[in-house]
């Protein structure tokens, strides 16, 4: 389990001057070993500032790329006299080469000016290509080595977190790096620590500190909700079904959701699977959104029928065995409960609606599954270790309550099918002897 320390200290209060080694070292003496502390961003040098872009000109090459040639505003630079002036005189803006198509006139980025130095020694000079003499790079989250972004360049919005961007101030503290990363070792005993609400608690016991639990809830028991749901197997004690619809379909996710689920080592994707991952992450409890469109008919929680099939999410084909645990509808199965969700109810760039399920599974139906099928997933093995079942529905709430702040939509009336099964606690009888 990787843990991020500013999402830690979110949740943990931890006394001024706390360092990540203490930290550290509290856990792996109390809980659980912390095998290494990694530095997001730590081998950034130089300067790296935040930029606008004052235009940008697509320039189509022989090669039949198209390359933008950029002026961006980063700041004044200075003469020998000390007054501001720019890299050229009487032009406004550096300019800089770039080939990311999200390169566009107003955005704001973040450049490397020449004198940094990226990940693996890269240093950044001013240099003649393309016909022009580029004098930085705009950069995206892999060449800063903080992540990964498969649409191009870093672009922020013009206010984070109620500061106002400023060309040319460092670029940093507001991509939050570096940023030092817990990597716990987890043992199959303490499954609970396989989530920032575990670890974070954990810290807390050790360092005698507050933690504030924002998953605390009374069991929730069945409501008749607006989604059919019928639980066939006791294989599921309860199910909770969400209707969000209304999404907007460009809502990007916010950059702090991006940069905690990969810096606690999963990739973004889109809104929607960000911030189920997100709140699995947080809470521990894993969550699977159905595309509402292609849902038809009732929601059944049931054993797999003899040669049944379901492709799932990774594009493979499976021959179900009787004793996996399945999600169906009308249509036959739609996903292997607590492991995968199936490729016909994916939620891919278009859906508008969807269906949350948050559910709490046997741990060994769903182990034996995972491992029958090769399958292994961040839901299984933490389905295998046993979650919290009171957290199902909140976790399901709070994944809702995201989507509807960042992606515009509108969240329903819960379905809520089985109790939350009572947690014996164990009793230990200690005879002491006559003293």
């Not at 940093?172 to 920032?196: A, F, K, Q, R």
């Not at 959701?257 to 080592?265: E, L």
């Not at 909140?394 to 994944?399: D, E, F, P, Q, W």
Request: aromatic residues 4%; charged residues 20%; negative net charge.
């Amino acid at each position: 389990m990787k843990v991020p320390m500013s999402w830690l200290q979110a949740m943990v209060n931890l006394p001024d001057g706390t360092t990540t080694d203490k930290v550290a070292k509290a856990l792996t003496n109390h809980t659980a070993t912390v095998e290494k502390v990694e530095v997001v961003g730590g081998e950034l040098t130089g300067p790296i500032v935040i930029g606008h872009i004052l235009s940008s000109v697509p320039e189509p090459q022989k090669n039949g790329k198209v390359i933008n040639w950029c002026r961006v505003d980063v700041g004044p630079r200075y003469n020998a006299e000390g007054h501001p002036k720019n890299i050229e005189e009487g032009v406004e803006g550096r300019g800089i080469i770039c080939g990311a198509p999200n390169a566009v006139e107003g955005a704001w980025v973040v450049v490397s000016l020449p004198g940094a130095v990226l990940p693996g020694g890269f240093a950044i000079s001013a240099r003649k290509t393309y016909g022009h003499m580029s004098d930085g790079m705009l950069c995206a989250s892999d060449e800063l080595g903080i992540g990964v972004d498969d649409a191009g360049i870093i672009t922020l919005p013009p206010s984070v977190e109620g500061h106002q961007l400023v060309p040319g101030e460092d670029a940093l503290p507001i991509l939050g790096v570096p940023e030092e990363v817990l990597d716990v070792d987890v043992t199959p005993d303490i499954g609970y620590c396989m989530s920032m609400r575990g670890i974070a608690r954990e810290v807390a016991h050790a360092m005698s500190v507050h933690f504030r639990d924002p998953y605390d809830e009374e069991p929730i028991g069945p409501v008749l909700g607006p989604v059919a749901v019928d639980v066939q197997s006791d294989a599921c004690s309860q199910f909770i079904a969400l209707p969000v619809s209304g999404m907007n379909l460009g809502a990007p996710t916010p950059r702090f959701i991006t940069d905690r689920i990969t810096r606690a080592g999963m990739r973004p994707i889109n809104l929607v699977v960000d911030v189920t991952n997100y709140v699995m992450l947080e809470s521990g409890q894993p969550l699977h959104a159905y595309d509402a469109d292609n849902v038809s008919g009732t929601i059944v929680v049931r054993k797999a029928h003899e040669g049944e099939h379901l492709l799932t999410l990774d594009d493979t084909d499976r021959t179900l065995d009787p004793d996996d645990l399945v999600i169906a509808d009308d249509s036959g199965a739609i996903g292997l409960a607590g492991v995968m969700g199936g490729a016909a109810t994916e939620v891919t760039a278009e859906t508008t609606s969807i269906i949350l399920e948050g559910a709490h599974f046997d741990p060994m139906t769903v182990a034996r599954a995972y491992r029958r099928h090769k399958l292994g997933s961040e839901a299984s093995r933490r389905f295998e270790r046993g979650v919290d079942p009171i957290c199902a529905h909140t976790a399901a709430v709070r994944a809702a309550e995201l989507l509807a702040q960042y992606g515009g939509a509108t969240v329903g009336e819960p379905t809520v099918v089985g109790e939350v099964p009572e947690m014996p606690r164990p009793t230990i009888n200690v005879d002491f002897p006559n003293r």
